[in-house]
């Protein structure tokens, strides 16, 4: 019985593996194919004579070729990370200068949106070996998706605090939150609670939440999220002390 039982479970993670990489494969295509198109049609038109390559034209061209550049090196990141390939450049951090770097640039949207942005963490917490970019892409990452759904006169509270033999950063915010049949899914990549919003209405491909795990991950640490649709949405990293 336990065998049958192990060999059903096996199953069901195989046919559910398979579906994924079939969804990725897909949603890749579609990624690829958006900015393809405005490219093709911009260069299209603009041999045949039906439109001159004026210089906004130009810039929409080359911001097209940003997108495609931009995913192209999400996916990079993401294999060398599956192969145990990416290199960390480790270095000691202040948990509270990490928190602050990350969250200076959102300052000012957060304030055009009545949004109100704290930092809290305690000067004595311990330091932290982390890769400054890697991990300041990750917070950013969470900031970013916080400030999205967050509406005016709400809060975003960045905390660190210490757990055992851990450092806990969290981004807590007071939006939408995230329906819980979708909360098991938003590390999965390209998985968007929202299907029907797209890059081109400013949403992310789908892969920022998949790249912040991997960092996560690869520094030996966790991440996950909790949320009650309505009542916001928090973000927890922990990080081991060494």
């Known amino acids: 019985g336990e065998l049958a039982e192990s060999f059903n479970r096996m199953s069901r993670e195989v046919a559910r593996s398979n579906m994924l990489r079939k969804q990725m ?21 603009m041999r045949d004579g039906d439109l001159a390559p004026t210089p906004e034209r130009l810039d929409t061209i080359y911001a097209e070729i940003e997108r495609l550049q931009s995913l192209v090196a999400d996916l990079r990141l993401l294999a060398h990370t599956d192969a145990g390939e990416l290199r960390l450049n480790l270095q000691a951090l202040r948990p509270k200068d990490l928190l602050e770097s990350a969250s ?28 400054e970019s890697r991990m300041n892409r990750v917070l950013s990452n969470l900031i970013s998706n916080a400030l999205r759904h967050t509406p005016e006169s709400g809060s975003i ?11 806990l950063l969290s981004v807590e915010d007071t939006g939408e939150g995230i329906p819980p049949a979708d909360l098991p899914h938003i590390f999965d990549r390209f998985y968007r609670a929202d299907k029907s919003r797209t890059d081109a209405d400013g949403a992310s491909s789908g892969l920022g939440l998949a790249i912040a795990k991997a960092l996560v991950e690869a520094h030996g640490g966790r991440i ?16 081991p002390v060494k």
Do not use: C, M
């Open 157 to 167: 509270s960045i905390v660190a605090t210490r757990s055992n033999q851990s450092v």
């Open 25 to 45: 494969t897909a949603d890749i295509a579609h990624d690829l194919r958006t900015p393809l198109t405005v490219i093709a049609g911009y260069v299209e038109s």
């Open 224 to 239: 996950k999220a909790s949320s009650v649709g309505g009542n916001g949405t928090r973000f927890e990293i922990e990080l």
């Open 104 to 131: 200076a640039p959102f300052k000012l949207s957060a304030e055009q949106k009545w949004i109100t942005l704290t930092v809290n963490a305690a000067d004595d917490l311990p330091l932290l070996q982390v890769d």
